[in-house]
Nanobody, 127 residues
């Protein structure tokens, strides 16, 4: 079973930055795209950003546009999330996810579409 390993979470003051990283446990596994989701206490898990290796297409949730940037290395099955101008509302556990195959654009915003998941990394923004 392919596992995803996240790193880079932590405690940061409001207005600060963090960079999350995620890679697959097996470098040779075929992955169509990767994404970040997050889950705040008492809330459902929500989509943050995604990158599809075919064409390098990027997708963002409206609440992170202009603040977060997703990037990655297709050859290494590694994805990054640069988070700037962090706010207290960004406090959550951030999860990395990956797709085995292509899906519709509408589906990639839904966590149930993803095949592989990481354990999550905590991001805490203090105000």
């Amino acid at each position: 079973q392919v596992q995803l390993v996240e790193s880079g979470g932590g405690l940061v003051q409001a207005g600060g930055s963090l960079r999350l990283s995620c890679g697959t446990s097996e470098r040779t596994v075929s992955v169509y795209g990767m994404a970040w989701f997050r889950q705040a206490p008492g809330k459902e898990r929500e989509f943050v950003a995604a990158i599809m290796w075919s064409g390098g297409r990027l997708y963002y949730a409206d609440f992170v546009k202009g603040r977060f940037t997703i990037s990655g290395d297709n050859a290494k099955n590694t994805v990054y999330l640069q988070m700037n101008s962090l706010q207290s509302e960004d406090t959550a556990v951030y999860y990395c996810a990956a797709l085995k195959n292509g899906i519709s654009v509408s589906a990639l915003y839904k966590d149930r579409a993803y095949d592989y998941w990481g354990q999550g990394t905590q991001v805490t923004v203090s105000s």
